[in-house]
């Protein structure tokens, strides 16, 4: 089993910037790869970043050169550092894990952006 906990979401303005963290615990060992999420009001969730165990690093169109994806292994955390944030970047952003043929999510959290 693999827990995982999102932080940082909140109110900022268009332009500012915001930091999400994704800390897991438990069987972290066995995670390959793990992603961020996100809904927005009406819409179905969308992937918006993905990195591997090994590194490889991908994101959505609309956030490339806004939003990057790091992972911090000796803290078991995943960032997601977004940048020039615009009131369409309004969602819940959710953290995944994949771990062999099983999948976890987070709990989410909001992120406003509006003036």
């Known amino acids: 089993q693999v827990q995982l906990v999102e932080s940082g979401g909140g109110l900022v303005q268009p332009g500012g910037s915001l930091k999400l963290s994704c800390a897991a615990s438990?069987?972290?060992?066995?995670?390959?790869?793990m992603y961020w999420y996100r809904r927005r009001p009406g819409k179905l969730r969308e992937l918006v970043a993905r990195?591997?165990?090994?590194?490889?690093?991908n994101s959505t169109n609309s956030v490339k050169g806004r939003f990057t994806i790091s992972r911090d292994n000796a803290k078991n955390t995943v960032i997601l550092q977004m940048n020039s944030l615009k009131p369409e970047d309004t969602a819940v952003y959710f953290c995944?894990?994949?771990?062999?043929?099983?999948?976890?999510w987070g709990q989410g959290t909001l992120v406003t952006v509006s003036s």
């Open positions: 438990g069987s972290i060992d066995s995670i390959d790869a």
């Open positions: 995944k894990a994949d771990s062999g043929y099983m999948v976890f």
């Open positions: 990195i591997s165990s090994d590194g490889p690093i």
